[in-house]
């Protein structure tokens, strides 16, 4: 977000009369559909989250509930009003960050979730950086020696490991480090109350693996086929012909023009783990937002539902918007007006 | 009624032949490289062995057999599970569902997903708007978190987990097939076609849909797997398929807390998933390879992702 902001900040004083800097001209297009999908999201999810069959307060109380727990549900819902004026007046709650009461667990859904969603940032985190790392590096040592057997068997492990299902890879992380062959790392991350996963860092390690191994492959085929593309490009070879050694090669000159293409993929992988931490979470009991949210599924705790989907939507929208910005401030010549 | 069968008579003809020879080359030239013949070898064995496992005499998948998590022997090749079922006859009976659920939703998924993409690319002016606008909505969402949205609503239903999964894989069709049809649309022989009089459905049907097959086939190809991937993990955290009934991705939740005495219940449908994703993935990327060529085709993958999350 900070680089958003200084983007428009260097931006904004420079007036170019009608050719309006792309950079911002993008960045105002898409905050504008951003704002849009997300009040049309929490709409749909609202919506989706009430239309349950028959009344949603008798749904989610069953039939012996007693007509005052009923009222009281309805109008903790906002049920007693009209759609209209119930979504208006969730959306208005919400806003002023008050995100209503969990039906099972009775407390306000921010405090449920506040730590949670620390402990799933960490993992995401945590996730991106090792991921990125490890991409760029294999991604490097694959384009440096392209056609070899090196080059030629991490990407066949790449392509089986960006097939597997999250959960199965969970599953055979948990069998090989945790149950059988070694037993170094804790096959459950749960935590005890009032923890977070900082203060018990080797349960984090084996979700970390995990999500690694689905989410590595991504940035290391992105990465290996834009090196390959800019190391045959006509600039390089002029810089081996004139005589510069293969790491100035490397890192000088075919390194800056891979980045966009490497922010990009961090940005999808971010992106996707928005949403695929689910799984993971699950096979670990891990205590983050997935799990949370399949718990609130499974329980069907409505102002819980609400608020994970419209949270992740947001993140998921405004994730988006940042690696766009990010990639135009790499590639100059993109910003070029067209 | 002959008269005015006879004009229309030839592009009737002329259309499903050129699909068929399209996809028949997609086909083929997939099928000459390593990576799809592995794809399709690992693919048709999971698959083989889905179906035909139902009618391979084996102990009952849901009555129980003997203690919980027992090890294999005694009768039992892979053991039991964690409620004492036969491990054994729960893979061979849990594999069907989950491809036929899989197939259904990725044929009603494309099938939508393309009409909406062409009739987009086609119409222009509100109905572009209207159907593009509404893509970039779903695929806003984070695709497991839309399916569990949907599934909360109602609760876990067969007919609805096909649904959700149809809806939250159309609007990734849609949008290749939209950025594919864009081009088709603008050619002399459509505009020409559509001079003559013929009414857009034709138009779209006879006209557009033969050029579009090569991306629709690989379309085909990786939103099965996806589709796979998708409905296993539902199983898994169970909104899919409800107990007693076997299902390999059911299977890995249940038998997750055995994993230190009987592993084999976790690990048999694990491997069998694993084989079936792998194999689709392998295949599907096989097809992309062919219909876009060489280093293209192999970032595929993350460039089809990339077009549906960039917009």
């Not at chain 1, 149950?179 to 977070?196: C, D, K, Q, R, Y």
């Not at chain 1, 100035?248 to 992988?269: C, D, E, K, M, Y």
């Amino acid at each position: 977000m900070t680089e958003v902001l200084q983007a428009t900040g260097a931006i904004a004083p420079q007036p170019k009369g009608k050719t309006a800097h792309p950079i911002r001209s993008l960045l105002i297009s898409r905050l504008a559909t951003g704002v849009l999908s997300v009040i049309v999201i929490s709409i749909v999810v609202y919506a989706a989250t009430l239309v349950l069959p028959g009344d949603a307060a008798t749904a989610i109380l069953g039939q012996q509930a007693t007509p005052e727990r009923l009222a009281q549900l309805r109008s903790q819902l906002h049920l007693d009003q009209s759609p209209v004026s119930g979504y208006l007046s969730w959306a208005k709650a919400a806003l002023h960050g008050d995100f209503g009461t969990s039906l099972t667990q009775g407390q306000r859904v921010w405090d449920l979730i506040a730590p949670r969603l620390a402990n799933s940032a960490v993992l995401i985190v945590a996730t991106a950086i090792v991921s990125t790392i490890l991409g760029v590096l294999l991604g490097m040592w694959a384009a440096s020696r392209k056609d070899s057997w090196v080059d030629h068997s991490l990407s066949v492990t790449a392509l089986v490991a960006s097939s597997l299902p999250e959960f199965v890879v969970a599953v055979f992380v948990v069998m090989i480090f945790a149950v059988t062959v070694f037993t170094w790392f804790p096959a459950v991350s749960i935590l005890p109350e009032g923890e977070h996963i900082w203060d018990e860092p080797n349960k984090l390690v084996l979700p970390v693996l995990a999500l690694v191994i689905v989410v590595t492959p991504y940035v290391f085929r992105m990465f290996r086929a834009s090196l390959i593309e800019a190391l045959s490009s006509d600039y390089v070879e002029v810089a081996t012909l004139k005589g510069a050694s293969t790491s100035r090669l490397l890192f000088g000159h075919a390194l800056p023009n891979s980045l966009a293409a490497t922010i990009q993929v961090v940005g999808l992988n971010l992106l996707y783990l928005a949403g695929g931490i689910a799984l993971v979470e699950t096979v670990f009991q891990y205590p983050g937002i997935g799990l949370a949210l399949v718990a609130s599924i499974t329980d069907r705790d409505v102002p819980t539902i609400q608020f994970l989907v419209v949270l992740l939507a947001i993140a998921y929208v405004f994730l988006n918007i940042v690696t766009d910005v990010a990639v135009l401030l790499v590639t100059p010549r993109r910003r070029l007006p067209r | 009624m002959t008269t005015t069968a006879e004009p229309v008579s030839p592009p009737i003809e002329q259309g499903p032949v050129k699909r068929r020879g399209a996809v028949r080359r997609i086909l083929r030239g997939a099928l000459a490289t390593r990576r799809g013949q592995v794809g399709l070898a690992l693919t048709l064995l999971v698959v083989g062995l889905a179906f035909i496992g139902p009618f391979v005499p084996s102990r009952s998948a849901t009555e129980f057999s003997g203690v919980p998590y027992s090890l294999p022997g005694n009768g039992s090749v892979l053991g039991t599970d964690a409620l004492g079922r036969d491990v054994l006859a729960r893979v061979l009976h849990g594999g069907w569902t989950l491809l036929l659920l899989a197939a259904i939703s990725t044929a009603l998924a494309v099938l939508l997903g393309a009409v909406a993409g062409v009739v987009a690319a086609y119409r222009g002016r509100v109905t572009e708007t209207v159907i593009m606008r509404s893509v970039d909505i779903v695929l806003a969402i984070p695709q497991l978190v839309f399916v569990l949205l949907i599934v909360s609503v109602i609760g876990a239903k067969t007919w609805l987990l096909v649904l959700a999964v149809t809806l939250c894989q159309a609007p990734q069709v849609a949008r290749v097939m939209y950025a594919s049809a864009q081009d088709i649309c603008e050619r002399d022989f459509v505009k020409a076609v559509a001079l003559w009089g013929v009414p857009p459905r034709t138009v779209i049907r006879r006209h557009i849909m033969p050029s579009l097959t090569t991306p629709l086939a690989v379309e085909c190809g990786l939103r099965l797997s996806f589709s796979i991937i998708l409905i296993a993990g539902l199983n898994f955290l169970g909104f899919g398929t409800q107990p007693p009934n076997p299902s390999w991705g059911v299977m890995v939740n249940e038998n997750r807390l055995g994993l230190a005495t009987n592993y084999w219940g976790v690990l048999a449908p694990a491997i069998l998933l694993a084989i079936l994703a792998v194999g689709t993935n392998v295949f599907a990327d096989a097809l992309a390879r062919v219909a876009f060529g060489g280093e293209r085709g192999e970032e595929t993958a993350a460039v089809t992702a990339l077009e549906l999350t960039t917009s």
